[in-house]
């Protein structure tokens, strides 16, 4: 197994500045073109869908990109991303130093699925008025699932951690692009029940959710597709709807990015903070 530093892409020497272009526009895929994705490069975000705000899942590992909907559509993290957690303190929260779990890196591995996150699709860019919030609504799988980031010195910032109470809260700026390190303690499959919610320049306020399909292991990942999630990880009725609009005083991860771009230092986010919107 490959040391959690390197494939965290936190070894490297020189800082070098690295930014992640915009993402061109992408079409959909008809309902029930189910695909396995273990390699290359694929974003969650939010769509308008027939004029309805949407989770999907743009993948990039086919030309032209398509965007797919979350129920037909498997992430899998594969022995390559298999690592043993270090004896670095920083990292204990993956569990005992030594211990075998699951990284698919915020840094892009060969042979290895790379998931981040987005507001870059047109409709998206233009109709939200600052920010998305990502929120996690519950977890189901045999294992703990965690999303963190690497600040500029390499140190884990959580986002989600399936140990603490639900929901829990990510604001992700507008037309921005987002990579981090999603980590699996056991192997099988895990749901991961999603929403994204954003206040539109109209002042209406949109928001879906849905369940998000994650595999770890070398078993058959397709199981996954027929999964069935629990009711905390069941999406509710109100995906696509248009809802009153949220609560400013919500807790965000902000980060620094150009625009359309999130930019890295040394393969690692130069900037991570915890902030709280404040109400004018």
Request: charged fraction near 15%; glycine fraction near 8%; hydrophobic fraction near 40%.
């Amino acid at each position: 197994m490959k040391p959690l530093r390197t494939i965290l892409g936190t070894t490297l020497l020189l800082p070098t500045a690295t930014v992640l272009p915009a993402t061109a526009d992408a079409q959909s895929v008809p309902p029930a073109t189910n695909s396995v994705i273990a390699d290359g490069h694929v974003d969650l975000g939010p769509r308008f869908v027939d004029g309805k705000w949407t989770i999907q899942l743009r993948d990039d590992t086919v030309d032209p990109a398509v965007w797919r909907p979350l129920e037909d559509v498997v992430i899998q993290a594969n022995s390559k991303s298999k690592v043993a957690v270090p004896a670095d303190p920083a990292y204990a929260f993956l569990g005992k130093a030594g211990q075998p779990v699951w990284v698919i890196p915020q840094v892009q591995q060969a042979g290895v699925v790379w998931p981040g996150w987005n507001t870059q699709d047109p409709q998206v860019a233009s109709r939200v008025d600052r920010e998305v919030t990502w929120s996690l609504e519950g977890v189901q799988g045999p294992g703990t699932f965690t999303l963190f980031l690497n600040s500029d010195f390499g140190k884990p910032a959580p986002v989600f951690d399936s140990r603490k109470p639900f929901p829990q809260q990510t604001g992700i700026d507008v037309n921005t692009h987002v990579h981090g390190n999603w980590t699996f303690d056991a192997q099988g499959t895990y749901l991961l029940n999603v929403a994204m919610t954003a206040k539109l320049t109209d002042g209406t306020s949109v928001t879906d959710r849905r369940t998000l399909r994650l595999y770890a292991g070398d078993g058959d990942p397709r199981t996954a597709l027929a999964a069935t999630a629990t009711p905390s990880a069941t999406p509710s009725a109100t995906a696509g709807a248009t809802i009153p609009a949220a609560d400013d005083n919500i807790p965000t991860w902000w980060i620094a990015t150009g625009a359309g771009a999130v930019v890295l230092l040394g393969a690692v986010a130069l900037i991570i903070r915890r902030t709280r919107r404040t109400t004018p």
